[in-house]
């Protein structure tokens, strides 16, 4: 059986994956309507990702006796200034889900519960995998020129980058 604490934080933590996949959801429809086919594609997919994740969550809950709840998701936003910026929100985004996923690693060893201490290890490496991928991202747009034929290139580009999982 989940500690209180723990239980709370991890169904939080389904909110925030639905949320995920959700903003990349916005994002792919966004550049899909700016005929960035391949920036849509490497967005729609991570969306999927972001909801087996969420998956991954809500059976973990259950396995361990509690009950995952379903939780209501937030609108995100519609559109985006430009693909750097949009880029950008990705990566803080990862970030803020960084330290979502270390508080649990925090909250499991302060209440003793060794399951989730070793079940959330994957979503820690995740966590590195996923802000390293977006970061390289925008190291490629940075060496761009802002112009629309880079933007062509790079949109064939990260077509090829969606990573193995
Ligand atoms: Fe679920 O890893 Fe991104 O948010």
């Given at each position: 059986?989940?500690?209180?604490?723990?239980?709370?934080?991890?169904?939080?933590?389904?909110q925030?994956?639905?949320?995920?996949?959700?903003?990349?959801?916005?994002?792919?429809?966004?550049?899909?309507?700016?005929?960035?086919?391949?920036?849509?594609?490497?967005?729609y997919?991570?969306?999927?990702?972001?909801?087996?994740?969420?998956?991954?969550?809500?059976?973990?809950?259950?396995?361990?006796?509690?009950?995952?709840?379903?939780?209501?998701?937030?609108?995100?936003?519609?559109?985006?200034?430009?693909?750097?910026?949009?880029?950008?929100?990705?990566?803080?985004?990862?970030?803020?889900?960084?330290?979502?996923?270390?508080?649990?690693?925090?909250?499991?060893?302060?209440?003793?519960?060794?399951?989730?201490?070793?079940?959330?290890?994957?979503?820690?490496?995740?966590?590195?995998?996923?802000?390293?991928?977006v970061?390289?991202?925008?190291?490629?747009?940075?060496?761009?020129?802002?112009?629309?034929?880079?933007?062509?290139?790079f949109?064939?580009?990260?077509?090829?980058?969606?990573?193995?999982?």
């Open positions: 059986m989940l500690k209180k604490q723990v239980e709370k934080l991890l169904n939080e933590q389904t925030k994956e639905a949320y995920s996949s959700y903003l990349y959801l916005a994002m792919a429809s966004w550049a899909e309507t700016q005929g960035m086919s391949g920036v849509a594609e490497w967005l997919a991570q969306a999927e990702e972001e909801k087996d994740h969420m998956l991954k969550f809500i059976h973990f809950i259950n396995e361990r006796g509690s009950h995952a709840i379903i939780p209501a998701i937030e609108q995100p936003p519609k559109q985006w200034k430009d693909i750097y910026t949009m880029f950008n929100e990705v990566l803080e985004h990862e970030k803020f889900i960084s330290e979502s996923i270390n508080k649990i690693f925090e909250s499991a060893i302060k209440e003793k519960d060794y399951a989730v201490q070793n079940w959330i290890q994957w979503f820690v490496e995740e966590q590195v995998e996923e802000e390293s991928s970061q390289t991202i925008i190291d490629k747009l940075n060496l761009l020129d802002k112009g629309k034929s880079g933007l062509y290139v949109d064939k580009d990260i077509a090829t980058m969606r990573s193995k999982k």
